[in-house]
C-alpha cells in the first residue's frame, strides 16, 4: 500500500533541437483541464498507480522546434486509481504523509527545462530541474510532441528526493514490504 512513491513531482516535459538552452520564443500555456500525470509506483509484490493533477505550465517554442518548459503539480490531488475504499483511502494517506511526499508542507512539485536537445521529428531529449520536498535535482527524459499534444515518460528515484520509505537502499530484511526506489510519470499534456 505504501509503495506509490510516485512523486509526480511532475513529470511534464519537452525539449528542443539541438543541445539547446530553453529560451523564449512562442510561449504555449498547458491545458490543465485536458492534460494528465500518470504515476506508477512498483514493490516486491506489485505494483500501484494513480494520478496527480497540473496546476500550470507552459511549453516555449521557435517555430514549431520545442525550447522549453516549466510545470507545477499539485501534490495535494495525488490519488491512487487501483484501489478501492479503505485501501484506497490508506494508500493515499500515506502517500500524501511525511514517509512519502509531505504534502501538507509541500502542497506543490515543479519541473523546469534547463537544456533541450532534438532527438528525430517531433522528439526530444530534455534535461530539467526537477523539485519535490524542496529538493531539486536533474531528471533527462523523452518528450514527442504533434500538433498541440506532447508525451513524456519520466523515472524518478525518489530516495534523491528524501523518501526512502521502504526502500530496499537503505534498509535490510524488508523482504516482500520492499518499496523499489524508481517510479514512472506518464505526462499526457495539451496546449
Given at each position: 500500500?505504501?509503495?506509490?512513491?510516485?512523486?509526480?513531482?511532475?513529470?511534464?516535459?519537452?525539449?528542443?533541437?539541438?543541445?539547446?538552452?530553453?529560451?523564449?520564443?512562442?510561449?504555449?500555456?498547458?491545458?490543465?483541464?485536458s492534460s494528465t500525470i500518470t504515476w506508477k509506483?512498483?514493490?516486491?509484490?506489485?505494483?500501484?498507480?494513480?494520478?496527480?493533477?497540473l496546476?500550470?505550465?507552459?511549453?516555449?517554442f521557435d517555430g514549431d522546434k520545442l525550447t522549453g518548459g516549466e510545470f507545477e503539480a499539485d501534490m495535494t490531488s495525488l490519488v491512487a486509481l487501483d484501489l478501492e475504499g479503505e485501501s484506497k483511502g490508506k494508500l493515499e494517506g500515506h502517500l500524501k504523509s511525511e514517509d512519502f511526499f509531505s504534502t501538507e508542507k509541500y502542497t506543490s512539485s515543479k519541473l523546469v527545462f534547463t537544456k533541450v536537445k532534438?532527438?528525430?521529428k517531433n522528439a526530444y531529449e530534455v534535461t530539467g530541474d526537477l523539485t519535490i520536498k524542496g529538493i531539486t535535482k536533474p531528471v533527462t527524459?523523452?518528450?514527442?510532441?504533434?500538433?498541440?499534444?506532447?508525451?513524456?515518460?519520466?523515472?524518478?528515484?525518489?530516495?534523491?528526493y528524501d523518501i526512502k520509505y521502504g526502500s530496499g537502499s537503505f534498509f535490510e530484511n524488508l523482504g516482500d514490504?520492499?518499496?523499489?526506489?524508481?517510479?514512472?510519470?506518464?505526462?499526457d499534456l495539451e496546449f
Open positions: 500500500m505504501k509503495k506509490g512513491v510516485l512523486s509526480l513531482a511532475l513529470a511534464m516535459v519537452f525539449g528542443v533541437a539541438m543541445a539547446t538552452e530553453p529560451t523564449v520564443g512562442d510561449k504555449k500555456e498547458v491545458k490543465t483541464e509506483a512498483y514493490k516486491v509484490t506489485g505494483s500501484h498507480y494513480g494520478t496527480v493533477n496546476k500550470s505550465g507552459s511549453l516555449i532534438s532527438t528525430g527524459f523523452d518528450v514527442s510532441v504533434y500538433g498541440s499534444k506532447a508525451t513524456a515518460s519520466v523515472k524518478v528515484d525518489r530516495t534523491a514490504k520492499t518499496i523499489y526506489d524508481e517510479f514512472d510519470l506518464v505526462v
